[in-house]
């Protein structure tokens, strides 16, 4: 896998507008709370390239007024790495730094899909 392909999974989120934007009111959302500056944070982020799914992604070190917008939206505390996955617009699961694996996100969508 290339990293253009990479990238295209994740959208870039640059302020509330457009995370409000980003998130449906139906459905499965993913979050990535990113520093590109912190090496644990590049190793989460390889995880969640490994999904197929598109992930908004929350440069926090470039815009930190964005985790104080996620913690006041899901009520979790912010730690960079941060992944959370939404379900109409709550929070189902999430998880930071080393916890954050591919294989651990898959599990709680499909937790979330199949308990409907």
């Excluded at 507008?17 to 979050?31: E, I, K, N, S, V």
């Excluded at 080393?98 to 294989?103: E, G, K, Q, S």
């Amino acid at each position: 896998m290339n990293q253009t392909e990479t990238d295209a999974r994740f959208v870039l989120i640059a302020d509330a507008d457009a995370l409000a934007a980003w998130l449906p009111p139906d459905g499965l959302a993913l979050l990535y709370l990113d520093d590109p500056y912190c090496p644990i944070c590049r190793r989460a982020k390889r995880e969640m390239s490994r999904l197929d799914e598109e992930i908004a992604l929350l440069d926090v070190h470039a815009h930190p007024e964005l985790a104080d917008v996620v913690e006041e939206l899901t009520g979790i505390r912010h730690e960079s790495p941060q992944t959370i996955v939404l379900r109409d617009g709550a929070p189902i699961w999430s998880a930071s730094h080393y916890a954050i694996r591919a294989d651990a996100v898959l599990r709680a969508m499909e937790r979330t899909t199949t308990a409907e």
